[in-house]
């Protein structure tokens, strides 16, 4: 199944020279935007439904008609007309509507999904139904199930229930269990335990082998790790406890190991792999019966490719690539024909194309320079042809390219300015461009793979004519020099922006590692709660530190075993740089920050009191100690390798430093970034008889979404807080200079 889902845009060029600031076009509207508007949706842009790439040129949608069925319909990609529908709810006897689909190898037949239930950020579980095109036939799968899918030959479906995996004989409806143990906070089968699902990006642990004899999964056993709780306050009598199995840094993670289930015979092997610590992604080969497993030490500067050959339970290593600080783990491992592979690296310092043989010897290297590839989406065997994204055009800047196998006759084929996404269709010969500028909303495009534009197919231009009305500023991009580095930099001014007054200033930032804030695209809300307070007279800007992504390995990984060192002195400096600017009020600068932007705009206000009055921390990491060990040891190493690594850098550590103004928000629900956090720092900040401003947002999570008006009340409050602590009003009562 391949689902590519379209979030940006095409077509209209602006100028932006990185080593200039870029030129700016006030508008000429006199309407303020209100938080209600932001958070109510009226600034949302028109978007293209998520786009199933199907076989030839072809794709297909998940839409709704006017009885409310759920259709799904096919679509060519070379006049986006409908040509048929593939799917009918109103003839589906209990299931008119479903939220979700997939196909088999060939078309035939599809997976339906409905009345979801959230496990974490990815996971969920439903109820899935298999629907037979020609018979018309519909079977249930299984209700309460995870992550349904068809064995190639399409005879049977394999999912996971309660930890375990099961496969269904759609011919007769019978059920094979496939492993016995799953128990829940013990064994997991088939599917990834909380910290996988986070920081490696998947859910489903299990694969059909291409002549569906073999399902190669990954059983987790996370009997040591120790359990995390939190409280949930709920509607009854009594809060409960959600308790669920969380490592942290320097911890026990779960033992992973890599099993092959022989469906003819029913039996399981299990597979040796040598050392290591995580198994991140499992992929079968174009080979006949060669899975392709990653595994990684638990520093992650290890990664290994292993060939397992399934009949004889065997495993060869393919590829090693070590890096001193990590290796990335990522989707871009595809196998051609001939069973060579096309595999990314930052090995010569800046992420590109790689060609292999099936011995792990290396062909070529088929994009080269001082730029980064962002994104592959494929190759065209018949051209000979790779597609990928990247920032060739500056490090702010995407654009869409092909280029030969060999290295040779590269092309851009989208805009060259501003933000471009790409999503092919499944043989490669058409693309839907996504493009998008700071000062142009989301135009999606038909392009032909040769970067020939056909046809328009949303421009948002109503959008465009409404923001006309409003008084709003256009980011000025440019760059600034910090600690010895070039920093990428946007700022927003009032409307009525007067370099003889003197302006507050506030900072936003996330810092990040292979992060990235200063990008050529349209607005997100963060973009228009920035436009409302430069309408209210304050001047925003965003930086991104040393750390932060898309300037090569070594500007990425400089912050390695430090994380918060370098990224809070490039800001503190940067600040104080901004500050001798004329119109910048230097006794008025604060800055913000959520998630580990909120533990960075946290040790700024500490460490850096000298210049920032004002902070805010949403949901922060207070010290790395509390977070989970992929994440925080890919930077940091453990603990108790690196303790001042983590405690120098910690908020915690510093809370006797707290000078200015400071509001600490956490979702009590957060199963990411734990309240935890925020609770150390309040008990520092007491303990040091600091004075600051708390808001606690009852069983939301990471994101602070849940209930009605959660976003809305939260950014409200940030708004008062910023304008009771940066000296500045509605009024725009700002300081007028001698």
Known sequence: MKKLFILAAILLLISCDQNKTSSTQYNTGTKEITLEEIWGGEFSTDRMNALNSMNGDYYS?????????????????????????????????????????????????????????RIYRRSFTGTFYAYDRASKKLILIGKDIQAPTF?????????????????????????????????????????????????????????????????????????????FSMNVTGNELYPTQQVFKYPKAGEDNAKVSLHMYNTQSRSTKKISLGNYEYIPRIKWSSAKNVLIVTTLNRHQNNLKLYKVNALRSSSVLLLNETDKAYVDVHDNLTFLADNSFIWTSERDGYNHIYHYNFNGKLINQITKGNWEVTNYYGYNKDKKTIYYQSVENGSINRGVYSIGLDGKNKQLLSNEVGNNTASFSDNLNYFINTHSTSEVPPIYSLYSAEGEMLKVIKDNSQLKVKLADYKMTPKEFSTIQINGEELNMWMIKPADFDENKEYPLLMFQYSGPGSQQVSNRWNGTNDYWHQM????????????????????????????KELGKYEVEDQIAAAKKLAKRSYIDENNIGIWGWSYGGFMSTNCLLKGNDIFSTAIAVAPVTSWRFYDTVYTERYMQTPQENASGYDENSPINYADKLEGNYLLVHGSGDDNVHPQNTMRMINELVEANKQFDLFIYPDRAHGIRKGKNSRLHLYKKMTSFIHESLNSNKDNDIKIKG
């Open 533 to 560: 307070l430069a309408q209210q007279g304050i001047i925003v800007a965003c930086i991104d530190p040393r750390g932060t992504g898309l300037k090569g390995r070594d500007f990425k990984k400089m912050t390695q």
């Open 61 to 117: 949608l998940l839409n709704t008609d006017s009885n409310g069925n759920s259709t799904v319909d096919q679509y060519s990609y070379k006049t986006l007309e409908k040509v048929a529908t593939i799917v009918d709810g109103k003839n589906l006897k209990g299931l008119n509507t479903f939220n979700s689909y997939s196909f088999n190898n060939d078309e035939t037949k599809l997976i339906l999904g409905k009345d979801f239930n």
């Open 151 to 227: 064995s190639p030959d399409s005879k049977k479906v394999a999912y996971a229930k309660n930890n375990n995996i099961y496969i269904k004989n759609l011919a007769t409806n019978s059920v094979t269990q496939v492993t016995k143990d799953g128990k829940t906070n013990s064994i997991i089968n088939g599917t990834t335990d909380w910290v996988y699902e986070e920081e490696f990006a998947f859910v489903r642990a299990f694969e059909w082998s291409n002549d569906s004899k073999f399902i190669a999964f990954l059983r987790f056993d996370e009997s040591k790790v120790r359990e």
